[in-house]
């Protein structure tokens, strides 16, 4: 789990990176806050994964008190759900103002709509039947949604490092 940890948050700062560089090419008023929030998840996505969790329902009932390590962890992790819609919705009001990357502007919309519909029904019972679903799911349609935008980054004419 470190491993994965460390790789999806170097990943994703890293694809921050380049995501403002490639938006400040195209725009008078820079990049926006929307990378620099990936970048920031990336980054609380490396620091997420160094406390270890101690046991998977946190507080469940009858159930121990959940570690400082847990605590952190899960602190952190809110910190990163936030920024991700937070950056979905920065990258929608970009995109609005850029005729090449407009037709995009529903993808990060709707992610970011229905990623906080899924935080909202986890918050309601972390520790019910559907909360390990509903957590993943919350964490893999906004990665999905960068990672469509990474792809369309891969594939723009004149990018540096093509052939």
Do not use: K
């Not at 790789?7 to 380049?18: D, H, N, P, R």
């Not at 759900?81 to 850029?98: E, G, I, K, M, T």
């Not at 990623?115 to 019910?128: M, Q, S």
């Amino acid at each position: 789990m470190l491993a994965g940890f460390l790789v999806a948050g170097g990943c994703t700062a890293a694809f921050g990176a380049a995501l403002r560089e490639a938006l400040s090419q195209h725009a008078t008023a820079g990049a926006g806050p929307g990378p620099a929030l990936v970048q920031g998840a990336g980054g609380l996505t490396v620091r997420a994964g160094l406390p270890r969790r101690d046991h998977m329902l946190l507080n469940a009932p009858g159930g121990p008190g959940a570690s400082l390590h847990n605590n952190t962890h899960d602190a952190i992790s809110g910190l990163i759900y936030a920024s991700l819609v937070l950056a979905q919705l920065a990258l929608a009001r970009w995109f609005r103002r850029d005729p090449g990357w407009r037709p995009w502007r529903p993808c990060p919309l709707a992610s970011a709509a229905a990623t906080g519909v899924l935080l909202i029904a986890y918050a309601a019972d972390v520790t019910g039947p559907a909360a390990a679903i509903l957590q993943r799911a919350a964490v893999t349609l906004p990665q999905a949604a960068v990672d469509a935008i990474a792809a369309r980054l891969l594939r723009r004419p004149g990018r540096r490092g093509t052939v």
